[in-house]
Nanobody, 125 residues
Framework: QVQLVESGGGLVQAGGSLRLSCAASGRTFSDSTMAWFRQVSGREREFVAGMSRLDITYYANSGKGRFTISRDYAKNIVYLQMNSLKSEDTALYYC???????????????????WGQGTQVTVSS
């Protein structure tokens, strides 16, 4: 069993930055692909960024050049640094873990086994 707890969301002005954190429990953190998704009410959950167990990263086009995913294996935490935020980045951000043996990052939410409760990011224009 893996538990994921996100933090770091909040209200920020357009152009600002936020760093989201996801603390993971369980011994399989290092073997998991970790990812961030986001969801706006009434819309499907969308992939934002992911990092495989071999530290291969993949970003959605929406965040390329602005978002950076990283992970601290000693602390079992995955981060999402978000810079140059835009109003369209406003969403509920979720952390997710994929415990398959894949070394690649999948963008499909159905492939992820565990999810956090989400942290709200609101960007004011």
């Amino acid at each position: 069993q893996v538990q994921l707890v996100e933090s770091g969301g909040g209200l920020v002005q357009a152009g600002g930055s936020l760093r989201l954190s996801c603390a993971a429990s369980g011994r399989t953190f290092s073997d998991s692909t970790m990812a961030w998704f986001r969801q706006v009410s009434g819309r499907e959950r969308e992939f934002v960024a992911g990092m495989s167990r071999l530290d291969i990263t993949y970003y959605a086009n929406s965040g390329k050049g602005r978002f950076t995913i990283s992970r601290d294996y000693a602390k079992n935490i995955v981060y999402l640094q978000m810079n140059s935020l835009k109003s369209e980045d406003t969403a509920l951000y979720y952390c997710a873990a994929d415990q398959s043996s894949s070394v690649r990052v999948t963008t499909k939410s159905a492939s992820y086994d565990y999810w956090g409760q989400g942290t709200q990011v609101t960007v004011s224009s």
